[in-house]
């Protein structure tokens, strides 16, 4: 039996890497680290692009590199601490979430995305299939992660990652989607982030905080006595 | 080609502009300008693919066919519509003291912007751009639904940016399955992601990936279309955005996700053996009319009253999709049409009462007719319309829909009609107080806007009693193409 080539190892490994990091950002409680995870996801999804481009001999996804590079470990994160600084909300620590239990269901989600990447990794003809089923744990660990989470920004973070899992999933099916695809993807991220910028300003400016419990509270009353 | 790129071009110029002018007294026009030239635009082009056929342009990247010609049509002449509604409308909202006119810059440029995302949805042939569309118009509208700042509508513009970008993430795997499957038969590239490419050869389409990918597809899409159960964002952010916003987004976005959510349908029908396809989509239709019909009367906002009212209609027009053949698509079209029509007309009314009583809850609008005869027979009639009373329009596309259903899924139709009369019950008991009964109010500073309520409500009725030779002979075509 022979060993993999050498760069289906390392994109082994940094997928091992990129499951790993979604953990920890499932279980991170402080905004400022969590921003520093989604740059190291975002730096070891670049780097795993490159061996996959430079292995299988892929020029356009160094492009893509290039792009993951420049916008989700330089410009997007220095956007983000730059929102938490002006909001003050650096040293944030969010409470009341239960990780023991969140891990678990992580681990359970992480099984059901294997098994739901078999039938589609069976198929695929890239060295990077077996990787499939980690892209797929990503997106369901950070949907994870949008849905236990209270406050607005890891919330953000946690979508974030999402498209950084669905990224990877494309890279590992097919080599990447269509450059023309993947600037508008990395359009609409980018402009969505500037706007959430201008909306958690509003937030804050409404009511003190970021917290989410603020906008809960109105649901529940809503029924009874709906907006001006 | 030039009515292309007008229509492409024209609002994002339009944009611009509006966004460097800033708050002049003049940006109600400019922006009633703006769509003007772009209704002008789509209506050059609605003649020319008529009179030549299907257009494929710039690299094969847009693609217009009878399917999405009409829809471009539609959404141009609603846009237009919409824009002249709301030149009174804001003016009143700032004379109310509700908007300063640093918000009004932020609504006009990115309502052109919104509608540049619409038309490109439209228009694009490839499946990859559709899907940054579709997001790119998600984005245009947060800032858009909370324009008054208030905290209901902060919420609701949290909550449609969450909701919507959870669903369009599950639709961008969707496509990467969708370009997963393709690129094996089409081989790496642009190509691959091309509707028309991909429709060519949708039988050598790998079976088990296309459902998959349908089922992503119509989740995340299905999202925006607000069926049930993902329709939570949906009366919220009509009920809190201002209302020309409500109007596009009802009578517009809705659409336009659903003609994404149609066009993937056309591609795995043909790949699939298994009517997967059709029964997820009469699945998910069925369940938003009935559930909407619960919740229709339970609602105290008349916003909300009208999103829920959306969402049943969205749901009727999902399933007869799902039904497919040509009656079922053809009636699914018109249908499209005059929902889109009579909403944003009934919105316009809508607006206007509120403004005129100063409340959005049902209970506190009254006696409309005696207030303002055309505002209160505006929202009589559309109200009609909506419920399917003859002789409008959706009368006939709801009749159809319904004959349809009984000879081909005999067991949804007590459903469907069961609906159907709930919605009715529940609209009409609101809405009748609401426009005679006891009259209170004050006076608009500005006169309101209802000529586009009639012309909408002229168009539906045309269509209920006569639709023109050529725009059935469009109807007809669609319908085929789509199978």
Sequence with gaps: MTHPPLYAQLINLGAAILLLLGFAMLSQRRVRTLIDLYAAQGLTLACGTAVVAYGTNQPHLYASTALTLALKVVLLPWLLHRLIRKLDVRWDVEGLINIPTTMLIGIVLVVFAFNLAVPISELASTVTRSTLGIAMATVLLSFLMMITRRKALPQVIGFLSMENGLFFAATSATYGMPMVVELGIALDVLVGMLILGVFFFQIREQFDSLDLKHLETLREDQEEQPGP | MIELLGVLILPVAGAAVLAALGH????????????????????????????????????????????????????????????????????????????????LRLYHSMFQLFMATMLTALLTNNMGILWVAMEAATLTTVLLVSLYRTPASLEAAWKYFILCGVGIAQALFGTILLYFAAEKVLGAGGGALLWTELESVKTQLEPTVLSLAFVFLLVGYGTKVGLAPLHNWLPDAHAEGPTPVSAVLSGLLLNVALYAVVRCKVLVQGAVDTPVAARLMMGFGLLSVVLAAFLLSRQKDVKRLFAYSSIEHMGIVTFAFGMGGAVANFAALLHMTVHSLTKSAIFFAVGHA????????????????????????????????????????????????????????????????????????????????????????????????MVPVFVHLGLVLMLGVWIPPQLAEWYRQAARLIG
Excluded: C
Aim: hydrophobic share 50%; proline share 6%.
């Design chain 2, 24 to 103: 002049r007294s003049r940006a109600p026009e400019i922006n009633v300008a703006t769509s003007g030239l772009t209704f002008l635009s789509a209506a050059a082009l609605t003649a020319r693919v008529m009179s030549q056929g299907p257009l494929l342009a710039l690299d094969r990247l847009f693609f217009v066919d009878s399917f999405n010609v009409f829809l471009v049509a539609l959404t141009a002449l609603v846009g237009l519509t919409t824009a002249l509604f709301s030149r009174p409308y804001m003016r009143i909202e700032q004379a109310h003291g509700r908007l300063s006119a640093g918000r």
């Design chain 2, 354 to 449: 509120t403004q005129k009583t100063g409340t959005q809850l049902v209970d506190g609008i009254r006696g409309l007719v005696t207030l303002s005869p055309v505002i209160g027979w505006g929202l009589a009639l559309g109200t009609l319309a909506i419920l399917g009373m003859p002789p409008f329009g959706v009368f006939a596309s709801e009749f159809l829909i319904l004959t349809t259903a009984m000879r081909e899924q005999p067991w949804a139709t007590p459903l469907l009609l069961g609906a159907l009369g709930l919605a009715f019950a529940a609209v009409f008991s609101k809405v009748q107080p609401m426009v005679f009964g006891e009259a209170t109010g004050r006076r608009l500073p500005h006169r309101p806007a």
